[in-house]
């Protein structure tokens, strides 16, 4: 299992903003780009970056973006509900080494995931499923959509995706832990599942560990220092 460390910008910044909420932002740091060296400087083979103002439709951190892509000492994993192919295009020529496309463009236009998977490989994708009861939630959107998570899931699997990265939105940045339940079902499909949302402990990542996942996007937890990085990476390698 491997384990993604968040950092998520919001103004410049290293921040945090829970789904479904009005968005104040938590602020962790003044430069995302040393927050992703201290990362590696802990061992971490990952990052997951997101720019929240461009998923929350507040705007956008386009050129410090592209600036900690090309300095990162890592690998990173770039969402932010990505859903055009110049933009993910973009990340991806930047440095990403694999970009979630957002929910909100793969479940309006599936053949944009079938798409990009042909032109960049599936290993260099996933796709977000964002859900509230079962129901796909876009971040930074008003109300669900009617597609189911599942729908969605089958979805992607005949559009040649492999990966997704899962999350409960009533659960994200709530330190409440994650939901595995949901994560294995759509493991059962044929894919391979990121839970993301709710990690609170070693214990939450433990559980993801047992639930047999892909791996885990841990961010509050670790910036307010209620986990420790090293035992959260030694967790994920055993």
Do not use: F, K
């Not at 592209?66 to 295009?89: H, M, N």
């Amino acid at each position: 299992m491997e384990l993604y460390p968040a950092v998520d910008i919001r103004g410049g910044r290293v921040a945090h903003v829970r789904s479904g909420t009005v968005p104040t932002p938590s602020v962790y740091g003044d430069d995302p780009a040393v927050a992703v060296a201290r990362l590696a400087a802990g061992g971490a083979r990952w990052v997951h970056l997101v720019d929240l103002d461009r998923a929350l439709g507040t705007g956008a951190n386009r050129a410090l973006m592209r600036a900690v892509l090309g300095d990162a000492p890592l690998q990173v994993q770039v969402g932010g509900s990505l859903g055009t192919e110049e933009a993910i295009d973009d990340m991806l020529a930047w440095g990403a080494a694999r970009v979630v496309i957002g929910c909100a463009a793969a479940a309006t236009e599936p053949s944009l995931v079938g798409r990009l998977v042909r032109r960049h490989g599936p290993e260099r994708l996933a796709v977000g499923i964002d859900h509230t009861d079962g129901r796909v939630t876009p971040r930074g959107a008003g109300a669900g959509s009617a597609m189911t998570v599942d729908l969605l899931a089958r979805v992607i699997v005949d559009q040649g995706g492999a990966l997704v990265v899962y999350t409960d939105v009533t659960r994200d940045g709530t330190l409440a832990g994650p939901d595995t339940t949901g994560a294995q079902r759509l493991a059962t499909l044929g894919l391979d599942v990121i839970a993301s949302g709710g990690v609170g402990s070693l214990v939450d990542v433990r559980a993801v560990h047992a639930a047999r996942l892909a791996g885990v996007i841990v961010g509050r937890a670790l910036h307010e220092g209620r986990l420790s990085l090293t035992e959260a990476l030694a967790c994920a390698a055993a």
